[in-house]
């Protein structure tokens, strides 16, 4: 389906939230008995959300960024019936006000429209399941970004079983992206066909190279206390990656855990070279508060390639991971990084506080990163209110692009 392509489409986004609304109710059978049961007895669930970003620039001519924007989304799913299901997610944005002279929030939340994010049909039967259609997806190396207002989401086909205990497989086909806005585009997705002439609207579906890519996944937790994931991406025609990890938990009162991960690149280019990562990190809870540490590194030389991330903006499962940066730098020829780091909850509060080294290769090329996440979901009458802070702090070698970052959210979760 064709995204909507104006104003115009909030408003039928909230004609559309009104019917869903009228039509469904929250019981959400598991079976229904007939095929009008299958809408009657569905699920609406939504968000109506409030973002405030702002950065600041320390380079000489570069001006400091601001933005506000408001919208949300809108889901409907039937019950099941026969093992069948349908599924929607209209998403909405609207900037209310920005100050943003060199266009830094272009592709990310500078989006006014809607456009219909997800609409799949399932299919399960005992421990399998399908899923095709437009969807959200969260995998190791295929992951949609949710940090901005527009979440993105991809065209694909999936196929989930859980016959063996304790083991997931899933294994998919993926043939469109949809991005932030129609002015994103991302060099480390190069393969994308974005559109190059945006003018401000959300983002549609861009094909993934000609002929699309697939995914294969595993995850067992059949051990006690260990968790083992694997996954393999081929963007057909471009490059393949592997990727892994392992987390063990000890039993013990200050929970202490060890976790190691793996990528491994192979471009199909022969002038770029294939590439590694490896990746540790520790942790344990002590007075209740979680303190942990990881480093990761990179084989290959200064201009080599790049380990290949994996697809979508979600796609940073290093270790050294960060908000604002995300932990691309990570993933350069011949780099390492660190990261200590503390979180500590308590009733609806969450807090997390990160510092991170990102070490590259040649002169003044480092970044030093400080991360400060709370975020506090409301009680009582306010319950579905949530906010969130986020402040970032980017300390570059080269003093002319150290920068700020400050993320403000207020969501309403139905």
């Not at 900037?95 to 399960?124: F, N, P």
């Not at 960060?322 to 350069?332: D, I």
């Not at 590259?360 to 319950?383: C, Q």
């Given at each position: 389906m064709?995204?909507?392509?104006?104003?115009?489409?909030?408003?039928?986004?909230?004609?559309?939230?009104?019917?869903?609304?009228?039509?469904?109710?929250?019981?959400?059978?598991?079976?229904?008995?007939?095929?009008?049961?299958?809408?009657?007895?569905?699920?609406?669930s939504?968000?109506?959300?409030?973002?405030?970003?702002?950065?600041?620039?320390?380079?000489?001519?570069?001006?400091?960024?601001?933005?506000?924007?408001?919208?949300?989304?809108?889901?409907?799913?039937?019950?099941?019936?026969?093992?069948?299901?349908?599924?929607?997610t209209?998403?909405?944005?609207?900037?209310?006000?920005?100050?943003?002279?060199?266009g830094?929030?272009?592709?990310?939340?500078?989006?006014?429209?809607?456009?219909?994010?997800?609409?799949?049909?399932?299919?399960?039967?005992?421990?399998?399941?399908?899923?095709?259609?437009?969807?959200?997806?969260?995998?190791?190396?295929?992951?949609?970004?949710g940090?901005?207002?527009?979440?993105?989401?991809?065209e694909?086909y999936?196929?989930?079983?859980?016959?063996?205990p304790?083991?997931?497989?899933?294994?998919?086909?993926?043939?469109?992206?949809?991005?932030?806005?129609?002015?994103?585009?991302?060099?480390?997705?190069?393969?994308?066909?974005?559109?190059?002439?945006?003018?401000?609207?959300?983002g549609?579906?861009?094909?993934?190279?000609?002929?699309?890519?697939?995914?294969?996944?595993?995850?067992?937790?059949?051990?006690?206390?260990?968790?083992?994931?694997?996954?393999?991406?081929?963007?057909?025609?471009?490059?393949?990656?592997f990727?892994?990890?392992?987390?063990?938990?000890?039993?013990?009162?200050?929970?202490?855990?060890?976790?190691?991960?793996?990528?491994?690149?192979?471009?199909?280019?022969?002038?770029?070279?294939?590439?590694?990562?490896?990746?540790?990190?520790?942790?344990?809870?002590?007075?209740?508060?979680?303190?942990?540490?990881?480093f990761?590194?990179?084989?290959?030389?200064?201009?080599?390639?790049?380990?290949?991330?994996?697809?979508?903006?979600?796609?940073?499962?290093i270790?050294?991971?960060?908000?604002?940066?995300?932990?691309?730098?990570?993933?350069?020829?011949?780099?390492?990084?660190?990261?200590?780091?503390?979180?500590?909850?308590?009733?609806?509060?969450?807090?997390?506080?990160?510092?991170?080294?990102?070490?590259?290769?040649?002169?003044?090329?480092?970044?030093?990163?400080?991360?400060?996440?709370?975020?506090?979901?409301?009680?009582?009458?306010?319950?579905?209110?949530?906010?969130?802070?986020?402040?970032?702090?980017?300390?570059?070698?080269?003093?002319?692009?150290d920068?700020?970052?400050?993320?403000?959210?207020?969501?309403?979760?139905?």
């Amino acid at each position: 389906m064709k995204q909507f392509k104006s104003r115009g489409a909030l408003v039928c986004t909230a004609l559309a939230g009104i019917f869903l609304l009228q039509a469904g109710s929250a019981s959400g059978a598991e079976e229904a008995a007939t095929l009008a049961e299958a809408f009657t007895q569905g699920n609406v669930s939504g968000q109506l959300k409030s973002y405030y970003y702002a950065q600041t620039f320390d380079g000489t001519g570069l001006n400091n960024s601001q933005i506000w924007v408001n919208g949300g989304l809108l889901s409907y799913n039937t019950a099941r019936f026969y093992g069948f299901k349908l599924g929607a997610t209209f998403q909405a944005s609207f900037v209310g006000w920005k100050d943003d002279e060199d266009g830094r929030t272009r592709g990310s939340m500078d989006a006014d429209g809607a456009v219909l994010s997800e609409g799949y049909l399932d299919y399960k039967y005992m421990n399998t399941e399908f899923k095709g259609g437009r969807q959200f997806m969260a995998f190791p190396l295929l992951t949609g970004s949710g940090s901005r207002l527009i979440k993105e989401s991809f065209e694909s086909y999936v196929l989930s079983n859980s016959d063996i205990p304790g083991t997931t497989i899933t294994g998919a086909y993926v043939t469109k992206y949809q991005t932030r806005s129609d002015q994103s585009n991302y060099g480390d997705n190069w393969f994308v066909e974005y559109d190059m002439n945006g003018t401000g609207d959300v983002g549609d579906f861009y094909d993934i190279g000609d002929d699309g890519m697939m995914l294969l996944y595993a995850k067992n937790n059949s051990i006690e206390n260990l968790l083992v994931q694997a996954a393999y991406i081929n963007v057909f025609g471009e490059l393949g990656d592997f990727y892994a990890d392992a987390k063990y938990t000890f039993d013990l009162d200050v929970k202490p855990y060890i976790a190691a991960q793996f990528y491994y690149t192979d471009y199909s280019d022969s002038s770029m070279d294939s590439n590694t990562l490896f990746g540790f990190k520790g942790g344990a809870t002590i007075a209740d508060v979680d303190l942990f540490a990881a480093f990761t590194t990179t084989g290959g030389d200064a201009n080599d390639a790049r380990v290949f991330r994996g697809v979508g903006q979600g796609a940073y499962q290093i270790f050294t991971a960060t908000t604002k940066s995300v932990g691309v730098l990570g993933y350069m020829a011949d780099t390492e990084s660190y990261q200590i780091g503390a979180a500590y909850k308590y009733e609806g509060l969450s807090t997390m506080l990160r510092g991170s080294i990102f070490d590259l290769p040649g002169n003044n090329t480092d970044l030093t990163e400080y991360t400060l996440n709370l975020a506090y979901a409301l009680p009582g009458w306010a319950k579905g209110f949530s906010v969130a802070v986020d402040f970032s702090i980017l300390d570059y070698d080269n003093d002319q692009k150290d920068a700020t970052d400050l993320r403000t959210r207020l969501i309403y979760s139905f």
